[in-house]
T-cell receptor
């Protein structure tokens, strides 16, 4: 199965941009890159996903490296409510199982 | 936005009791999943289903069982609860497409077995 690698934790100041990295060196051509986040005491929620091109939505932006071996989730202006565990996962049509790694625990400093 | 519901939200029960955790979704999704998560730890897939009458075991061995008699309903059962089953159980669903479909999670059931 394709794997992702993320830092265990990161810190950022409130109202500053946050760049959360993810490495996926064994990604295949049909793998989509998905990001989810899990707020305290809640189930994970979808943030964004992409295949090759950079993507933007109301929550975040996703920057995908040209070789697709890494990606970065960008929160443009972090708030205290963005403190969560962020998961980067790979998905394709062959997925029987959807496996989450340990993710990155993001701390926001006021 | 998410139309996936788990009940109960919290459950405290004695050892040896039979319990069923409920999960329902109103989005007509074919694929459904159960994850187990201990505090501060990663999610572990314990069961999943492609659709009605389909159930598969996940990566983490679990003494629980699941059933999928209706598309919208994916209950998880523990025949005899033990303290080692204390954990959070999260249910999720998605469409069955090409890999770009979103996963929707419920709020989870926090199970404590005394």
């Amino acid at each position: 199965d394709a794997k992702t690698t993320q830092p265990n934790s990161m810190e950022s100041n409130e109202e500053e941009p946050v760049h959360l990295p993810c490495n996926h060196s064994t990604i295949s051509g049909t793998d989509y890159i998905h990001w989810y986040r899990q707020l305290p005491s809640q189930g994970p929620e979808y943030v964004i996903h992409g295949l090759t091109s950079n993507v933007n939505n109301r929550m975040a932006s996703l920057a995908i490296a040209e070789d697709r071996k890494s990606s970065t989730l960008i929160l443009h202006r972090a708030t205290l409510r963005d403190a969560a565990v962020y998961y980067c996962i790979l998905r394709n049509y062959r997925d029987d199982k959807i496996i989450f790694g340990k993710g990155t625990r993001l701390h926001i400093l006021p | 936005e998410a139309d996936i519901y788990q009940t109960p939200r919290y459950l405290v029960i004695g050892t040896g009791k039979k319990i069923t955790l409920e999960c329902s979704q109103t989005m007509g999704h074919d694929k459904m999943y159960w994850y187990q998560q201990d505090p501060g730890m990663e999610l572990h897939l314990i069961h999943y289903s492609y659709g009605v009458n389909s159930t598969e075991k996940g990566d983490l061995s679990s003494e629980s069982t699941v059933s999928r008699i209706r598309t919208e309903h994916f209950p998880l059962t523990l025949e005899s609860a033990r303290p080692s089953h204390t954990s959070q159980y999260l249910c999720a669903s998605s469409e069955f497409r090409q890999g770009n479909e979103k996963l929707f999670f419920g709020s989870g059931t926090q199970l404590s077995v005394l």
